[in-house]
Every structure is written in C-alpha cells, then in structure tokens.
C-alpha cells in the first residue's frame, strides 16, 4: 500500500453514478488483496477479494481489478448510492506473508 | 463485522496508566490480528496471533505494548505507562485460518483510546 499521508484523498460522484477507486500496492510478491470500507466512527467491512491468479472479480455492485503489471487494485462500484459514502482501503498480503498491509485510504462521498 | 466483539469501546486514561483492550474473536477463529489507526490515515498492523502463540509482532512497538491470545478468553492488547502519542483507534480482527493466504479477515467496531 502506499505510505501513510495526512489528508485522503476523495471523490466525489452523483448518486447513480459508477465509482472507481483506485490503488497502487507495493510488493509485486503480494498475492491475495482485499478492499475493505469504513464509515465514520466504525471497524473496517470486508467489500471483496481477489487472488494474484485473477485479474477481475466481481460481487453484488462492485468489481475489482488486479493489474500485476503496474501494481494496480481497482474498485468499481456501479450505481453508487448515498450508503456508499464511506473510505475505502485497499490491503494487501505484502510480500505474500502473513500479515496485511493498508493503503492510505480514498474518501468517497455521493452527491444526491 | 460478523462478531469480532471488542471492549471496551472507548477508554480514557492519563499519562503513565495502563490501558487494556480486549477483543473476542468471531466463534471459531483462532487467528487473531491487531491494528492501530490514527485519524485521517490507514490501519497500521501490530501483531498476529494464534491460540496462546504469538506469530508476528512486527509492527509492535518495543516497549509498553504487549499482547496475548490465551488458550481461553479473549484476546489482550495492553498498553503500559500510556502516552499521548498512544492515542487512536486499535482494531481487532479475525480469521478461521491464516487470513492473508485468502481466509476472510473480519474487523471488530474497535476500541478508541484518548490519553489525557
């Protein structure tokens, strides 16, 4: 994940929209990553995973794209909805060990 | 957050008090994770345990935190002689086995710490 920073940065969508949230990780040996959602004042809630051996998954609404070439996680959220407003991280098992790592985080916030 | 309960959910203390948070993982997990987060940033890993073993406390500080996973009852995050730098949120979560081969890693709601 990328190293810690003191201001998220956001994005600001209409409701309705598709969302895509980006991530760039930093161990090109990590092979399982997840992104996870926090609201205000909460623990983080597990959204999806994905293994090194795929490059998309998709669940109810989201889909997450892996780009090994570029170290890149994507989240797409389509038709986003005011309960979405959340920060989103991506997490990483850097290096393929036993621990996750946690980007930075990105503020999504939807506009009615 | 599929029942990483964790207590208690909010604790003041002064300088040089001790802080214990405590966390119940989901039933049937024995993999045990902690992390801190500080406001307007990501969640730091701290250490990893399993029932009564200790697998990973490299994002621990060195000194004043200690943590534990005992055979019975819930796993401790102790935090000795605290500071005002101590303050944040410290989650807790689990897994049924090791959560970054691909076992879903489930968050409690967290414990959040002010030191006065």
């Known amino acids: 994940g990328e190293s810690v920073g003191l201001h998220l940065p956001t994005l600001s969508v209409q409701e309705g929209d598709n969302s895509i949230i980006n991530c760039a990780y930093s161990n090109s040996a990590s092979d399982y990553f997840i992104w996870y959602k926090q609201e205000s004042g909460k623990g983080p809630q597990f959204i999806i995973d994905i293994r090194s051996n795929m490059d998309k998954r998709q669940g109810q609404r989201v889909t997450v794209l892996l780009n090994k070439t570029v170290k890149h996680l994507s989240l797409q959220i389509a038709a986003t909805q005011p309960g979405d407003s959340a920060v989103y991280f991506c997490a990483e098992n850097e290096g393929g060990g036993n621990k996750l790592t946690f980007g930075t985080g990105t503020q999504l916030k939807v506009e009615l | 957050n599929a029942g990483v309960m964790q207590n208690p959910r909010h604790l003041v203390r002064r300088r040089g008090q001790e802080a214990r948070l405590r966390c119940s993982p989901v039933k049937g997990h024995s993999h045990v994770y902690w992390y801190r987060q500080l406001p307007e940033e990501g969640l730091k890993f701290m250490v990893y345990l399993q029932k009564e073993n200790i697998i990973d ?33 410290y989650f807790c979560a689990s897994s049924q086995g090791q959560g970054a081969s691909g076992n879903t890693i489930y968050f409690g709601e967290g414990s959040w710490l002010t030191v006065v």
């Open chain 2, 57 to 89: 406390e490299s994002g621990m500080p060195k000194e004043r935190f200690s943590a534990e996973f005992p055979k019975e009852g819930p796993s401790i995050l102790r935090i000795q002689q605290v500071v005002r730098g101590d303050s944040a949120a």
